[in-house]
Each structure stands twice: as structure tokens, then as C-alpha cells.
């Protein structure tokens, strides 16, 4: 049996571009791997099978839509193989909730996969893999902070010292991430800017972010968090504004819907603070559960 343990993720910086050609967005996404996170068990099976436990877990497909079903027959078609497994994911991360949870078991169920069969692929390889995955699997294996351009998967580790503590405020139900990114280009037509590449610049990360994580100075990332899809996601579902109001009068330093939600993060000035932001914001009726926790932590390993 092998098990693997991998991170969620948070957006700090999320810079969407104009609508392309091919339906995508250009990005300017700066991932940030926080210990809060799922363990994925791999071990010998007929076929590929799932399970998940956990508080989403009801909201978790068991069948080939799941990435890590997904991943383990990638993984083993690559290598000209029937695969044979036995796959269960313990969830923690939200499901819909803007921080990878899905994309993180796809990376996990590679990690896993490939030492449960003794395969030994290149690191370069499984991230070529997680790429046909989807666009936040390669960012799952990497861990630490990076920045994503392209779709989000082409990726450059970024220099951070210390840790920072966040607070991940968990929504009731989730969000569409297409729904989320149309929802963009409505809100940008309608204020008359246009949503093609043409009207919106190809985005690039703040320098003043990249020198806050370098720094570790959680005040001036405090100060430099922006989201391009927190306006639309909160168009979508105007109670994230409540959520966001009660964490920051909690003592959040810093607040931002996670991705494209409908999860809200909260930075906090240190471990003390962040614990008692979690537990104002489970008093305060705005969110199903609140999460104190910290990172950057490594992406997907064996543990």
C-alpha cells in the first residue's frame, strides 16, 4: 500500500487574460501549496477502482471523471500497460471549492501509482502527464509557490522565506470553474472593456507580490493579494461578500476569494491570529466550516 499526501492550493495572485481562440484564458497565476490537503492510497486491485471518505465525500465522482482514475490510466498507458488498482482518496481539501481538490487527487494518484508499480518516471514525465490532465495537476506534484502562465501549467518556483498562516472559510455547495471564467467575460462585456485577447492584457505577476513572498513579510502580501475571478465568483454568489467581510473584521490581514471559489482565504499575521479568525468565522454563520492552516508545503509525496 502506498499512501501520498498532497496540498491544496491558493491563489495569491490570479491575473486573467482575454478569452482565446481555443476557450481559454491567459493566466498570471501565482499557486501557493498550503498544508491542508488529501491522501490518496494506492494499492493492488482489478481494474481501477475509487473510494473517497471525508466530509465532501458524497460530492466525489467514483468513476473515470475523477482525475485520479484518470491519472492512473494515463500513468499506465504511457507505459503500455492494463493498469490494475485499487485508489482511495481521504478528503480535507473542499470539493468545487477553488482550491484544486480535484486536480490535487490526480497528481497524488500519479505519485502513488507510480511507486505502487515500480515504474520510477521522470519527474519531467509526470509533469508532462499532469498536464493532459488539467491545468492545476502539474502545480500539485511542484508544491512550494510558482508561478503558472499559459493555462496555469507551465510553471517557475518562486523564491519565498518563512511560513504564512491562512484561514480557508468553506462555502456551502461549490462553484462551476467554466461557469466562473464565463461569468468574466460577461462582467467584462458588460462594463464595456470587451473579454477577447485583443481588449485584455496578457497578465504578469505583481512584482511587489514576488517581493513579499520573497521577504516573507505577510503584511505586504497582505497588501498585494488580487484576484481576477473574485468579482465574478461573488456575481455568482453575492454571500461570499458577507464571508469576506466577517474574516477580515475577525482580524484577517488579507482576504480573497480562493480561485474561482466559492472557499475564501484568509491571511493572518501569525498562527495565534489565524486560529481565532478560524474560529470568529465558524461563529459567524457566513461559511459551512473554517480551516486554520499554514504553508507553502511540497507538493504530492509518498509518506
Partial sequence: MIKVRVPAKVNVQLGVGGLRADGFHDLANVFFAVALGDEVTAEPGEGVTLTCSGPDAASVPLDDSNLA???????????GFTPNVRLHIAKAIPVAGGMAGGSADGAAALVACDALWGLDTPFETLLELAAELGSDVPFALVGGVAL???????LQPLPVSGAFHWVFAVADGGLSTPAVFRECDRLREEAGTGSSEADVPTPDADPALLAALADGDPVALAAALTNDLQAPAISLRPALADTLRAGTEAGAIGALVSGSGPTCAFLAKDAEAAAAIAKSLEASGTCRAAHATYGPVPGARVH
Fill in 69 to 79: 482514475a484518470r491519472a492512473a490510466r494515463l500513468l499506465a498507458a504511457h507505459h
Fill in 148 to 154: 503558472g502562465r499559459g493555462r496555469g501549467e507551465i
